[in-house]
């Protein structure tokens, strides 16, 4: 009897040093700090000439290099179509890294003293990956027009609208 329960008091411990045995495995840490992204306002959007037949209107100007705008059926567009261009704004940061763009989600004021027009619905031409660390982008937008719009030069109130840029 004393032979079997020598027997079982080494088994007994040979399972539990099993049971309680450890093995380990070592990992590092590292960090890499990129060259953060940056924003910088090259030109203002600028809707340039246009007049009103009486009707409420809007003038479209595309997100895009080349200066292109559309107008609904009570604005015209007459020949000097004065300075026309979308914003255009310079994006640097880490070559090959994607981003997003945020654009201005509510409508922004246009005034020449009381007279007031809105400016919304913009847009934006972008790649959204910086290929070689700087990237242009263009935002257009929709200027709305009354039908009783005051003649002269309108600009924006305070600071304007913000874009903002962000790494994916």
């Known amino acids: ?3 079997y329960t020598l027997i079982l008091v080494f088994l007994f411990l ?3 040093s099993i049971a309680n045995a450890q093995v380990r495995a070592n990992a590092t840490a590292s960090a890499t700090i990129v060259t953060p992204i940056k924003i910088v306002k090259n030109s203002d959007l600028n809707f340039g000439n246009f007049t009103t037949n009486g009707g409420a209107g ?3 100007l595309a997100a895009g290099s080349v200066a292109s705008r559309t107008s609904s059926s009570n604005v015209n567009m007459p020949a000097v179509t004065g300075n ?3 914003a255009v704004f310079a994006v640097s940061g880490e070559v090959g890294f994607a981003y997003s763009v945020t654009l201005p989600a509510n409508d922004h004021i246009i005034s020449n003293g009381n ?3 809105v ?3 913009f847009t934006s031409s972008t790649l959204n990956t910086l290929s070689a660390g700087e990237e242009l982008i263009y935002l257009g937008a929709t200027v709305h027009v009354d039908a009783d719009q005051e003649i002269g030069s309108y600009s924006s109130l305070g600071a304007g609208f913000e874009v903002a840029v962000n790494y994916n």
């Open 1 to 3: 009897m004393k032979n």
């Open 14 to 16: 040979g399972f539990s």
């Open 58 to 60: 809007a003038v479209v």
């Open 84 to 86: 026309v261009t979308a």
């Open 115 to 117: 007279d007031k027009m």
């Open 119 to 121: 400016v919304n619905e």
